[in-house]
């Protein structure tokens, strides 16, 4: 059974293009968490998706970033016209249907760097 | 108050110490709890759920105090591959989303 995984791994942006991660959450799982995190700090949530619905976004910056968890495929975390300061390792994880557990397991990360 | 705090260390500790570390939580509601353990450049790996009063595996344990509303990892004969930087989480107020602390980082020395 697969882990979570994430794609690409590594990503180099120059500023003002788009990067875009992606995730896949582990078999069985329905519910998507993104998290950011910056060398030496915590993990900050950022957006948490069910298939088709963004169900809290509160930690999501207003401009510039966005999310998605479509039907089919992959989820998406969406940063347009990067700056410098959305470099950091970009996590995502994954959890059973709701009212089962609350454990989350993460994805390896993209390490998102812009120059 | 941040819903969920941790010391952030760094505990250095030798090899085959015990310690333990605390996590305080303000969502009194809250029914489980998690310890992950990361290490540097990589994910948060999930290494206790507690349910309960508290788990145990090998020299791993952790207990919830909810008068006190927190919770504590303690590792017993500590080696040197403990060392990591341990994230505590709780779920928040109203979502189904966790919260971390900022995390405790461990150093076992020879």
């Known amino acids: 059974n697969a882990g979570v995984m994430q794609n690409p791994r590594h990503l180099v942006r120059r500023r003002g293009q788009e990067a875009r991660l992606r995730c896949s959450p582990m078999?069985?799982?329905?519910?998507v968490y993104w998290y950011r995190q910056l060398p030496e700090e915590g993990l900050k949530f950022m957006v948490y998706?069910?298939?088709?619905?963004?169900?809290?976004e509160s930690g999501m910056p207003k401009e510039r970033f966005s999310a998605e968890f479509p039907k089919e495929g992959p989820s998406i975390l969406r940063i347009q016209q990067v700056v410098r300061g959305d470099s950091a390792a970009y996590f995502c994880?994954?959890?059973?249907?709701?009212?089962?557990?609350?454990?989350?397991?993460f994805g390896p990360g993209t390490r998102l760097t812009v120059t | 108050r941040k819903e969920v705090e941790q010391d952030p260390g760094p505990f250095n500790v030798p090899e085959g110490a015990t310690v333990a570390f605390n996590c305080t939580y303000s969502?009194?509601?809250?029914?489980?709890f998690f310890w992950y353990r990361q290490d540097c450049r990589k994910e948060p790996k999930l290494l206790m759920s507690?349910?309960?009063s508290g788990n145990e595996d090998g020299r791993f344990t952790a207990q919830l105090n909810r008068a006190s509303q927190y919770i504590s990892l303690l590792i017993r004969d500590s080696k040197l591959s403990d060392s990591a930087t341990y994230l505590c989480?709780?779920?928040?107020?109203?979502?189904?989303?966790?919260?971390f602390g900022t995390g405790t980082r461990l150093q076992v020395f020879p």
């Open positions: 994880a994954s959890s059973p249907p709701q009212g089962s557990t609350y454990e989350q397991y």
């Open positions: 078999k069985g799982h329905s519910h």
């Open positions: 998706l069910q298939k088709e619905n963004i169900i809290d």
């Open positions: 969502n009194s509601a809250s029914q489980s």
């Open positions: 507690v349910y309960s």
């Open positions: 989480a709780a779920p928040s107020y109203n979502t189904d989303k966790l919260i």
